[in-house]
C-alpha cells in the first residue's frame, strides 16, 4: 500500500467515525439540558485528530506532486487500529453511560484520565504516520 492511500484510509476512519459520532452528540444535545457541556466534552476528543489530517492534505497539496512511496505497514496498522479503538471507546461511553449511575456530563468526566491516555497514544501514531518522509535511497 502507498502512502497517499494509507492517508486516504486512515482520513475514512476518523471521519466517517467522527461523523457518526458527531449526530449522536446532535441528538443528545437536543434532549439534554447540558448539551453545552457535552459538546465541550466531545469536540477536543476528535478535533485534533481531524485537523491533524486536514492539515496534512492542505501541506500535501501545496509541496505538489511528489513520487508515491511504499507505506510501513506495521505504522499504518498500528495507527488504523489505535484509531478505530479510540473511536469506538468513545461511541462505548454514549452508548453505556445509561446504564450509569452518574449523569451524562458526570460520566464524560469521569473518563477523560484514561481516555486521555488512548488519545495520546493515537495522536502520537498519527502524527508519526501522517509526516513520515521518504528516506532518500542511495543510487535513487
Not at 35 to 52: I, Q, R
Not at 66 to 90: E, K, N, R
Not at 131 to 137: C, E, G, W
Request: aromatic share 14%.
Amino acid at each position: 500500500m502507498t502512502v497517499q492511500t494509507a492517508k486516504k484510509r486512515l482520513a475514512l476512519i476518523w471521519f466517517s467515525g467522527a461523523a457518526v459520532l458527531f449526530l449522536f452528540v446532535l441528538g443528545l444535545s437536543l434532549n439534554s439540558p447540558s448539551a453545552g457541556a457535552v459538546w465541550a466534552w466531545f469536540l477536543p476528543t476528535v478535533m485534533p485528530n481531524l485537523s491533524l489530517i486536514v492539515g496534512v492534505w492542505v501541506a500535501d497539496t501545496r509541496a505538489g506532486s511528489v513520487p508515491d512511496q511504499p507505506t510501513d505497514p506495521f505504522m499504518y496498522w498500528l495507527t488504523a487500529g489505535l484509531s478505530g479503538f479510540y473511536l469506538l471507546l468513545i461511541a462505548g461511553l454514549f452508548l453505556l453511560h445509561p446504564f450509569s449511575a452518574q449523569g451524562l456530563t458526570g460520566w464524560l468526566q469521569s473518563s477523560q484520565l484514561w481516555l486521555a491516555a488512548v488519545q495520546s497514544l493515537t495522536s502520537l501514531a498519527m502524527g508519526a504516520f501522517y509526516v513520515q518522509r521518504a528516506q532518500a535511497k542511495p543510487g535513487a
